[in-house]
């Protein structure tokens, strides 16, 4: 909100300044509880600041054209809001001057914020990120560039900065040089995690800088944020290891901020690691249905520092309202995601072994007030070693805007009792380690 014309403001100094205060935050906070007293002073209802953004520095690179204000929304951290007698909590800011809500009913009224960890111990991840797999067809649509670019402004000021795109998501890496031109100052504090999924074969530096530099051709940039790589055949697993060899010797000269892997199996990730590749994480299938990663890949994760990035989270959407108490018919298949993910249930169990997983859920999200899709992300994004859910999205879609549904995520807090629930009925299922294999062995036959 703007500070209304004529106002006149009178910022009231705090007996006890916190002694640490970063100096180059000062402005910053001072604007802030500026905001806070015009919000609380003028005639409109009083409301929050919700700062939606990580809680990081604007990049010396972002364009001056930032208001001041934007500036200061940019620069706030939690413990920097300490210092004037503000709160963190449950993803919401309070600063002092604006109302402070009377119950939990009405804090959860209010917009949480994005949570955000660290990925290569320095690169922000949201722990929902933006899935861009829905732009490489068999989702129904066509995706449009300028919608689709619009869609990806409206998440990043949302608070979701991360996306997950591949060389073969369709125009997905070409669109996010289109974002970046259209939008700078927003490119800017986004992160994109791309893929290369090469066949076996030649892989000579040539043909791997070839590879690179078509990604950073296609996405408009001089670095890639995240490279994963997928490999098909484990048999060949001096191809790979050189692949990563070179792609480690691009991280060096600048090309690549960090090195990623996609369903790749423990064994192999232990292999890439005891190379002396330094890969910072691996992209692989997790939700509250296939749990196949707590086995074997969460636990060597834990203990060398690689992190998991997880998709198939909700099943394509079968892991929704929608589907409680729902009998299956034709139009449930209308997308591949839901072709897909309609076997790994049927790997699973059953349709009536899902619904009676979908119940309990449905107990668990009416308890919290959110969605079966929340819960479902929320679960996920809680285990050992993930850095985040991917959230497949349908960018540019009219309907399809699902940031205010999924900023839910992070105003949810699972107990041990939502737990138990969902884990009365997981237990009951088959074993989809004995059943498939590890992490990615649905891909290899």
Known sequence: PRVPQGHKLRLIQGEARHDKMVAGCRTALLLVAHLALAVSFSTLPASRVSLNKRDAAVSPRAPRALSSLSMAMERISRRQLGSLGGTAAAGVLWV????????????????????????????????????????????????????????????????????????HYGPAETITALFRKQHPELWEKSQFFTKWVPMPGDMSRK???????????????????????????????????????????????????????????????????????????????YSVLDQRPAALMAPY??????????????????????????????????????????????????????????????????????????????WVVDQPAVAGAIVGARLGMAGKDHAPENLKVFGLKLDDEDRARIASVTGKSKDLIAKIGDCGAEYRG
């Open 301 to 378: 994760c834990e203990k060398n520092d690689v992190k998991i990035l997880a998709y198939g989270t909700m099943l394509g959407g079968f892991l929704s309202d929608k589907y409680v108490g729902k009998a299956l018919d034709e139009n449930d298949f209308d997308t591949v995601s839901k072709r897909k993910y309609y076997n790994m249930i049927r790997s699973w169990g059953d349709w009536e072994q899902f619904q009676s997983l979908l119940g309990e859920m449905k107990g668990v999200a009416d308890k919290h007030g959110v969605s079966v899709s929340n819960v479902a992300t929320r």
């Open 96 to 167: 002092p001057g604006m109302p402070k809500p009377a119950s939990a009913e009405a804090a959860a009224a209010v917009t949480p914020l994005v949570e955000f960890g660290k990925i290569g111990g320095e690169m922000d991840c949201a722990k929902v990120l933006t899935g861009m797999w829905q732009l490489s067809g068999g989702h129904g649509y066509r995706p449009d560039k300028a919608r689709t670019v619009r869609a990806m402004k409206d998440q990043v000021e949302a608070g979701f900065t991360t996306f997950d795109l591949a060389e």
């Open 207 to 285: 043909v791997v800088q070839a590879a690179i530099d078509e990604r950073l051709e296609k996405m408009g940039t001089e670095r890639l944020d995240l490279l994963q790589i997928h490999w098909w055949d484990y048999g060949s697993k001096g191809q790979y290891l050189e692949a990563l060899g070179h792609m480690q010797d691009m991280v060096t000269e600048g090309k690549i901020r960090h090195l990623a892997l996609t369903n790749f199996d423990t064994e192999n990730l232990k292999a890439i690691k005891d190379a002396g590749i330094k890969v910072v994480s691996n992209q692989v299938q």
